[in-house]
């Protein structure tokens, strides 16, 4: 069965430090990996896409790293700020017969303190 | 740039009810989606539209239907509510199946007392 799971399931830390999540995924046949930012009460927002053969992806302060040989990602957030305060979510793409699908972790909730 | 707009915000229904939720997108994409994100749970897909014209199920369709009304909108109804449908419910768009980022809606929260 395709899952993706996230760790840790929540976390918090302080304004200005760093902080790295991870997702580990059994998706076979894995075409692409996506992180979203998703703030409470909002729909997700992309932040992240890497395929099989990207290695690291950064966005600003974001930096999602990919190894497809162990099937794991991470996601670095760098200097983090109060507004990284949301939920984290990895989603992987399976591809077959010509349609895809996607597999969503349950996402991390980070909390950024003062 | 409004993107994926959908209506309402928020809803409560009783046990039996039907309603539709929907959406819309400005972006000239092709394909939309469905989702509902329920607590300690990944968004699920409900209900896709790869192109205008097409739909097909998802992960969990039991208990809705959709509609591709024309390439911009795309609407989920619920015709009898049951409580377990209480959940938050977004809509996405992309312009082709799934190599591309999508783009979500704020969402619409449901609940059915």
């Known amino acids: 069965k395709n899952q993706v799971e996230q760790s840790p399931q929540s976390l918090i830390i302080l304004e200005g430090k760093n902080c790295t999540l991870q997702c580990n995924y059994t998706v076979s046949p894995f075409s692409n990996l996506r992180w979203y930012k998703q703030d409470t009460g909002r729909g997700p927002v992309s932040l992240t896409i890497?395929?099989?053969?990207?290695n690291t992806k950064s966005n600003g302060r974001y930096t999602a790293t990919l190894d497809a040989d162990t099937k794991q990602s991470s996601l670095h957030i760098t200097a983090s700020q109060l507004s990284d305060s949301a939920s984290y979510i990895c989603?992987?793409?399976?591809?077959?017969?010509?349609?895809?699908?996607?597999?969503f972790g349950k996402g991390t909730k980070l909390s950024v303190i003062p | 740039n409004a993107g994926v707009t959908q209506t309402p915000k928020f809803q409560v229904l009783k046990t039996g009810q039907s309603m539709t939720l929907q959406c819309a997108q400005d972006m000239n994409h092709n394909s939309m989606y469905w989702y509902r994100q329920d607590p300690g749970m990944g968004l699920r897909l409900i209900y896709y539209?790869?192109?205008?014209?097409?739909?097909d199920k998802g992960e969990v369709p039991n208990g809705y239907n959709v509609s591709r009304l024309n390439k911009r909108e795309f609407s989920l109804r619920l015709e009898s509510a049951a409580p377990s449908q209480t959940s938050v419910y977004f809509c996405?768009?992309?312009?082709?199946?799934?190599?591309?980022?999508?783009?979500f809606g704020s969402g619409t929260r449901l609940t059915v007392v």
């Open positions: 996405a768009s992309n312009m082709r199946q799934t190599l591309f980022g999508y783009t």
């Open positions: 539209s790869a192109s205008e014209g097409t739909t």
């Open positions: 989603v992987v793409t399976v591809s077959g017969a010509g349609s895809y699908q996607l597999t």
């Open positions: 890497m395929t099989f053969s990207e």
